[in-house]
């Protein structure tokens, strides 16, 4: 799945665990669990607070 890809189903599904997903922050940590293994060990090491930041960074190291 690629992280749009991701990004939409995550979205979609949060809907249904809205306590989860209240915090900016433990939104970026769940979503962070789900990346591809090689995409989310770059993206921790830059302990990212805001969703779309994330995403958008994650978004990058898959296009390189």
């Keep these: 799945m690629t992280v749009l890809e991701y990004e939409k189903k995550f979205i ?3 809907k249904y665990c809205t306590p989860l997903v209240a915090e900016e922050r433990k939104k970026c940590q769940l979503l ?3 990346l591809k ?3 989310r060990d770059i993206v921790v090491g ?3 607070v ?3 930041d994330l995403v ?3 978004l990058l190291i898959e296009s390189s």
Aim: charged share 15%.
């Design 56 to 58: 958008m960074y994650a």
């Design 50 to 52: 805001d969703f779309g």
């Design 32 to 34: 962070t669990r789900g």
């Design 12 to 14: 979609e599904l949060s």
């Design 37 to 39: 293994a090689s995409i």
């Design 46 to 48: 830059q302990c990212l």
